[in-house]
């Protein structure tokens, strides 16, 4: 079987990406006018995907609100903007090596 990339999870292992997580969090919370938190306080809400890792990090008072829902959904783009932006996630030795292994349907993760 042939390869035209691979892609597997760094984070935790050979990338500590916990730093840009929170420096994105708290640039949205702040984005909003809510208040910023702490790193270690931030990093309890990871590991259930962006959704729910941002929602946890929300203040209690926004979940209340009727169309939270979709605040969520624009809070959620704002996010991965500023982590996109982020020192590991933007340094070239993160990138696919070349346009046709990102359009590749052969991909697989580990």
């Not at 938190?37 to 926004?62: T, V, W, Y």
């Not at 959620?76 to 349907?105: D, E, M, N, T």
Request: include cysteine.
């Amino acid at each position: 079987m042939r390869f035209d990339g691979i892609i597997f999870d760094l984070d935790g292992t050979l990338a500590d990406t916990g730093e840009d997580l929170a420096h994105a969090i708290n640039m949205t919370l702040e984005s909003y006018g809510f208040e910023k938190m702490g790193r270690d306080e931030i990093l309890k809400h990871i590991n259930n995907g962006a959704r729910a890792f941002l929602d946890g990090c929300l203040p209690d008072k926004i979940k209340k609100e009727p169309n939270y829902g979709e605040f969520l959904d624009g809070a959620l783009v704002r996010y991965k903007g500023f982590y996109g932006q982020s020192r590991s996630i933007s340094h070239p030795a993160w990138s696919l090596p070349s346009p046709r292994a990102r359009q590749s349907s052969t991909l697989r993760a580990c």
